[in-house]
Nanobody, 123 residues
Framework: QVQLVESGGRLVQAGDSLRLSCAASGGTFSNYAMGWFRQAPGKEREFVAVISQSSDDTPYADSVKGRFTISRDNAKKTLYLQMNSLRPEDTAVYYC????????????????WGQGTQVTVSS
């Protein structure tokens, strides 16, 4: 069972870039498909991007495609989300999540979650 801790969220201006990190411990990180999800106030948690164990499959939500990049370093047991050209509508709490077997955009399939990190984008 893996434990996850996100970091890197903060207040930025529209157009800025930000990199989130998710450090894993207590499990075999390379066995897990990983995902980033976000939840804005008053909205449901939504899929942002996921990555397979070997990084060969990285689907993105349409809203972030071309602006965000998900990556992982299995040796460092860390998941990343590089966010460029940030928009006010990207404001949310960002969560990383882990699951065994196949990566999926369905949040309910993920068994391990971090506590979240706040990203706020001002206009």
């Amino acid at each position: 069972q893996v434990q996850l801790v996100e970091s890197g969220g903060r207040l930025v201006q529209a157009g800025d870039s930000l990199r989130l990190s998710c450090a894993a411990s207590g499990g075999t990180f390379s066995n897990y498909a990983m995902g980033w999800f976000r939840q804005a106030p008053g909205k449901e948690r939504e899929f942002v991007a996921v990555i397979s164990q070997s990084s060969d499959d990285t689907p993105y939500a349409d809203s972030v495609k071309g602006r965000f990049t998900i990556s992982r370093d299995n040796a460092k047991k860390t998941l990343y989300l590089q966010m460029n050209s940030l928009r006010p509508e990207d404001t949310a709490v960002y969560y990383c999540a882990a699951k065994l077997l196949l990566a999926t955009s369905l949040a309910k399939r993920y068994t391990e979650w971090g506590q979240g990190t706040q990203v706020t984008v001002s206009s």
